[in-house]
């Protein structure tokens, strides 16, 4: 199946700085999301981007599907920010989402 | 509101006990999946629902059964309860479609097991 890996693993964080997560996966997808997990557990959609670039807010993606990499995006960190954010990725022969291991980020004020 | 939503929210129960997560979503959704995130916050699929037949059983133990009576229910019941077990569970739902899996998946709030 697809490997899906993410980096940083972790990443500490002012307020107000920029950061750019990172997503690699080995295979042609047809489904790329990321998530924030938030320190209630919940986990919250962020984009749906198999491919192109996206903007909400302060947090934008961009997936090169040519190259198999995706790129999150968050300008002017805030406090709210912190929490783990996954990557996951279906391929063509997949059914289901395969998860990164995540990036934990810490926002101090 | 719509939503995917799962009950209980939180579960603690004993080993060896047999327990149910429900889970319904109202968006008109054909397919539904169940995720295991471990410990380590490692998430990892379990099944998935299409129409309500299956179509993934990941390596999980016969001790877990999925149920769909409907496309909009995916109930998650648990024989013989382990340690191991412990974890928090998510249901999630994607759009109808021909390649369902190209969809975008929405969660719901999780259901965290312990098993003492």
């Known amino acids: 199946g697809i490997q899906v890996e993410q980096s940083p693993p972790d990443l500490i964080l002012q307020e107000g700085a920029n950061s750019t997560l990172r997503c690699n996966f080995s295979?042609?997808?047809?489904?790329l999301q990321w998530f924030h997990q938030n320190p209630w557990g919940q986990l919250i959609n962020l984009f749906y981007i198999p491919s192109g670039t996206k903007q909400n807010g302060r947090l934008s993606a961009t997936t090169v599907a040519t190259e198999r990499y995706s790129l999150l995006y968050i300008s002017s960190s805030q406090t709210t920010d912190s929490g783990v954010y996954f990557c996951?990725?279906?391929?063509?022969?997949?059914?289901?989402?395969?998860f990164g291991k995540g990036t934990t980020l810490s926002v101090s004020s | 509101d719509t939503a995917v939503s799962q009950t209980p929210k939180y579960l603690v129960t004993q080993m060896g006990n047999d327990k149910s997560i429900k889970c319904e979503q109202n968006?008109?959704?054909?397919?539904m999946y169940w995720y295991k995130q471990d410990s380590k916050k490692f998430l990892k699929i379990m099944f998935s629902y299409n129409n309500k037949e299956l179509i993934i059983n990941e390596t999980v133990p016969n001790r877990f059964s999925p149920k769909s009576p409907d496309k909009a229910h995916l109930n998650l019941h648990i024989n013989s309860l382990e340690l191991g077990d412990s974890a928090v569970y998510f249901c999630?739902?994607?759009?109808?479609?021909?390649?369902?899996?190209?969809?975008?998946?929405?969660f719901g709030p999780g259901t965290r097991l312990t098993v003492t």
């Open positions: 968006l008109g959704h054909d397919t």
């Open positions: 996951a990725a279906v391929n063509q022969a997949g059914t289901a989402l395969i």
């Open positions: 999630a739902s994607s759009p109808p479609g021909r390649v369902y899996s190209s969809y975008e998946q929405y």
């Open positions: 295979d042609s997808v047809n489904n």
